[in-house]
């Protein structure tokens, strides 16, 4: 078997995508087979990082944090598809590692979709469920959990303004399950995943109940309950709390909080802040994305800008500042005690799509 390398395997990729998808602009409008989306996204800029009053030079300077593909489609009336690879994920596994997403979703009736592949875990929280290219400053679960894996679901849309859904997946915590002579033993291990998704009026939920196979013998229960209020056009706040237990956990020994206020006082402009704080006082060590003895508080804040008025998703400025603060019992974890981190730089979407229909309607 040839193996091929990192930017050749990317090329490869590519190149299919388009010979797969290029019948698609030729053929007549009621064929349902279509590319609704292809692009590739990037965010760049300067970060650097401040720990107590000693400047970080091993963790400050310009970089990239993200480089993305996404596509999507439809295959037939009620077949969809999509797909979100991530080139600058390090893994040393399989390439298939890097991919956030890929699954297939049949809308098998006109209130319930079934879908299959590699999905993100429904888990609720608004910080949770937002792209990560589009956030800055994170709280430690969000910085640990590993939220795409293989699964199933089913969604059901019981009123105009509620959804349903019904998950069951690899379970996040698969990579800290080890047998006993340390190997990974956790790709067996399961999660299930139900979910509320509700607008009423100017307030949203994105509520959840989960059950994640921790080892061999034991589980996490989570309860995340995500709180957006649109109290104008211009003006939100989003309000995250969740709650882990197990067997040998108290029911609030275990949580974390994220809250954001957000504003758009223009066109094109945002600001946020934001508050995130992370607890584990138990006396169990079941939790390792927010590992007991933990107390992190963070602050943020910053402002985006989209100088594109036609399209505002092509390119964002940003600039932002955030600090953290008290104890993480995580020796590898990423929120430290007095820790200062700002950033600087532009987030970009090449739209391969519309290129393609750009030069076909030249032609």
């Known amino acids: 078997m040839i193996r091929t390398s990192g930017p050749a395997r990317v090329f490869s990729v590519i190149s299919s995508i388009l010979l797969f998808c290029a019948p698609s602009f030729a053929q007549k409008s009621e064929n349902t087979f279509r590319l609704n989306d292809f692009y590739f996204e990037t965010r760049v800029g300067y970060e650097g990082a401040v720990v ?7 963790a400050s300077g310009f970089r990239g944090s993200w480089l993305n593909m996404r596509v999507d489609g439809q295959i037939g009336d009620r077949l969809s598809y999509s797909y979100r690879q991530r080139f600058t994920k ?3 596994r399989a390439f298939f590692d890097a991919t956030d997403w890929i699954h297939l979703d049949w809308k098998a009736t006109d209130w319930l979709t079934l879908s299959g592949g590699k999905q993100v875990v429904a888990i609720g929280g ?19 959990i590993a939220c795409y894996q293989m699964g199933v679901s089913a969604s059901f849309n019981v009123s105009e303004s509620d959804m349903l859904l019904a998950q069951v997946c690899s379970t996040p915590m ?3 399950i080890m047998d006993e002579q340390g190997n990974p033993a956790g790709n067996s291990k399961m999660a299930f995943n139900f979910m509320w998704y509700g607008t009423h009026g100017f307030y ?6 989960n059950a994640f196979q921790n080892t061999r013998d034991t589980w996490m229960y989570y309860v995340a309950l995500g709180n957006r209020f649109n109290f104008t056009k211009w003006l939100r706040l989003d309000l995250d709390f969740m709650n882990r237990m197990s ?6 020994s275990d949580w974390s909080i994220m809250t954001e206020l957000s504003a758009a006082p223009a066109d094109g402009l945002r600001v946020h802040l934001k508050y995130t704080w992370d607890f584990n006082n138990s006396d169990s ?3 390792h994305l927010v590992i007991a003895g933990t107390d992190m508080k963070s ?17 964002k400025l940003f600039a932002l500042a955030g600090y953290s603060f008290g104890d993480n019992a995580n020796p590898y974890g990423t929120l430290i005690d007095t820790g200062l981190n700002f950033q600087a730089g532009l987030k970009f979407r090449l739209g391969v799509l519309e290129g393609i229909k750009s030069l076909i309607d030249r032609k």
Request: glycine share 10%; proline share 3%; aromatic share 18%.
């Open 52 to 58: 107590g009053d000693s400047f970080n030079k091993d």
């Open 90 to 92: 390090g893994t040393s």
């Open 204 to 209: 949203e939920t994105m509520w959840s109940a």
């Open 174 to 176: 698969r990579g800290y």
């Open 247 to 252: 067997a040998h956990q108290g029911i609030f």
């Open 285 to 287: 060590f079941e939790d």
């Open 126 to 144: 608004y910080e949770y469920d937002r792209a990560p290219i589009d956030l800055y400053y994170c709280s430690e679960f969000w910085n640990n």
């Open 299 to 315: 602050v943020s804040g910053g402002v985006e800008y989209s100088p594109v008025k036609d399209n505002r998703g092509a390119v």
